[in-house]
């Protein structure tokens, strides 16, 4: 049986949350407001934003097909990455699996919280299998860490795959879905009802165009989204973010159409690749970027600087020796890039 006390440091479990003027009433009906030490001057940016996000939630819950209760929002996806450690993993004592390479954030926040990161190598089609994930567990493993569509590598990982190390892992385990809205495959909050160890990553930083004002969200169980509520800092998404974010989910339709015309791009742009003499392959791709093996990827990579044209340089990465990673820009900025790499 799973048991998520057994798994969330004592502390936490434990943990009185802070109680701030706005958990302690909310309503509509008042309209003199003297409990939080705010200005009455200077509306609307002088009063608390909401600390739960209710009214953001109330359309991300229906955007994603997911209930409120099950939904957390914080400052990036940088801040529902971060806190899984805080809640489960005590520094010095417990490790996480995640696979390799990956994004980078789930190893800084590892280190910055003290916590072992065990890295397993994917294969040469940069996927994996279960059992090798969970062969790198021990009774310390709180949590596997998988990236779906990968970052850097760009490919979905095997779905059943994952699903295995899920049904086979007893502590938590993270997919992170930044770039699930470019994906051919079928998203895991989908599952969420079958697994209460899992916990689905999102953001507004990729496909919502919004990577500004700072919007990730994690979906879970409703008893892990509320350990997550309690650990985070009371108002940790401001208003302006809130607004803006409101705004976009206005429109969610406005989305897809980014979203086609960036995949057409990127087959445009992959195929043009294809033929560049100094491009020695092209890696299949389910996200807004794909990962491109170079004849000698730091030297391009310097050349399109000199140019005012940046595109990341992975080759130090494991698994991609001479590779360069391509966001797909607009048609105007993906056709300079083209004539600057036919020029080198
Ligand atoms: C870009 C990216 C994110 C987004 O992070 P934010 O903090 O939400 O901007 C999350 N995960 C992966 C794998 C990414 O590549």
């Keep these: 049986m799973f048991s998520l006390e057994r798994l969330v440091r004592p502390n936490i479990w434990h943990l009185a949350p802070y109680s701030s003027a706005r958990d302690e009433y909310s309503g509509k009906e008042a309209h003199v407001f003297l409990d939080a030490n705010e200005n009455p001057y200077g509306a609307p940016y002088n009063r608390y934003p909401d600390p739960l996000q209710r009214e953001l939630k109330k359309q991300i819950a229906k955007v994603k097909g997911i209930p409120e209760d099950m939904i957390f929002l914080g400052n990036g996806s940088d801040e529902a990455i971060d806190l899984p450690y805080r809640i489960f993993c005590e520094p010095g004592k417990d490790n996480v699996v995640a696979i390799q390479p990956t994004y980078g954030m789930y190893k800084v926040c590892a280190d910055i919280n003290d916590v072992?990161?065990?890295?397993?190598?994917?294969?040469?089609?940069?996927?994996?299998?279960?059992?090798?994930?969970?062969?790198?567990?021990?009774?310390?493993?709180?949590?596997?860490?998988?990236?779906?569509?990968?970052?850097?590598?760009?490919?979905?990982?095997?779905?059943?795959?994952?699903?295995?190390?899920?049904?086979?892992?007893?502590?938590?385990?993270?997919?992170?879905?930044?770039?699930?809205?470019?994906?051919?495959?079928?998203?895991?909050?989908?599952?969420?009802?079958?697994?209460?160890?899992?916990?689905?990553?999102?953001?507004?930083?990729?496909?919502?165009?919004l990577a500004a004002i700072r919007l990730g969200m994690a979906f879970a169980s409703k008893e892990i989204v509320a350990i997550y509520n309690k650990v985070k800092y009371p108002y940790n998404v401001n208003m302006l973010t809130q607004q803006q974010a409101l705004e976009a989910l206005k429109d969610p339709f406005e989305i897809d159409k980014w979203v086609k015309t960036i995949l057409a791009e990127r087959t445009r742009l992959m195929q043009a690749f294809q033929e560049l003499p100094i491009c020695e392959q092209v890696y299949k791709t389910d996200a807004n970027f794909f990962l491109a093996k170079m004849t000698d990827a730091q030297k391009i990579y310097d050349y399109l600087v000199d140019k005012g044209i940046i595109v990341r340089n992975r080759t130090r990465v494991q698994l991609c020796n001479n590779c360069l990673r391509i966001t797909i820009g607009m048609k105007s900025e993906n056709n300079e890039l083209l004539a600057a790499l036919r020029q080198y």
Excluded at 126 to 150: E, R
Excluded at 185 to 199: G, M, S, V, W
Aim: net charge negative; proline share 4%.
């Design 116 to 209: 072992e990161y065990r890295p397993v190598m994917l294969d040469d089609n940069f996927d994996f299998k279960a059992a090798d994930l969970l062969k790198a567990c021990d009774q310390h493993t709180k949590i596997i860490w998988i990236c779906s569509p990968n970052n850097p590598t760009g490919n979905s990982l095997n779905r059943d795959e994952i699903i295995k190390v899920i049904e086979g892992f007893e502590g938590i385990v993270v997919v992170d879905e930044a770039y699930s809205d470019f994906a051919q495959q079928k998203t895991l909050r989908t599952e969420l009802a079958k697994y209460p160890n899992l916990i689905v990553l999102n953001t507004m930083s990729k496909a919502w165009a």
